[in-house]
């Protein structure tokens, strides 16, 4: 991730702050902020920054298979952030594009993103 732009990574940290603080509110504000300064390349990268820190750096490389049973039954946002991760684990960037252009297109990216940061938030306490 060295090659996103400071802000970025900046962006992703209001977020997973104020996601860890439970301010659903402030995690929406943060990501129209971005949408309104760097458009759908600034929240994409974004998601990505919270799909890092939801996978461990010392994670062995290789192929990893999404473990999630009932996903299908599963809301839209569920299954879009099981699948996001799954794609960032497996440095799948053409999967993860899809997804959000899909999510996009779908209607569903902010509740996706909401979801992704909440989960990106509940991660990093389980680690603390």
Same mark, same amino acid.
Do not use: H, K
């Given at each position: 991730?060295? +090659?996103?732009?400071?802000?970025? /990574? +900046? +962006? ?9 603080? !439970? ?5 929406? *504000? ?11 390349? *600034? ?6 920054? /919270? ?15 999404? +473990?999630?049973? *009932? ?29 959000? *252009?899909?999510?996009?297109?779908? !209607? ?21």
């Amino acid at each position: 991730m060295t +090659d996103l732009p400071p802000e970025t /990574l +900046d +962006d992703a940290a209001a977020v997973l702050r104020s996601a860890l603080s !439970g301010d659903t509110a402030a995690v929406e *504000g943060a990501f129209d902020a971005v949408l309104d300064r760097s458009g759908v390349v *600034g929240a994409y990268d974004v998601a990505w920054c /919270l799909a890092a820190a939801m996978v461990p750096a010392e994670a062995p490389s290789g192929s990893w298979t999404l +473990d999630f049973p *009932g996903i299908e039954q599963a809301r839209y946002d569920a299954r879009w952030v099981a699948r996001f991760v799954s794609a960032y684990a497996n440095c799948d960037v053409p999967t993860a594009e899809a997804l959000f *252009g899909a999510a996009l297109a779908d !209607g569903q990216l902010p509740d996706c993103l909401l979801t992704l940061a909440g989960s990106a938030g509940a991660t990093l306490r389980r680690r603390t």
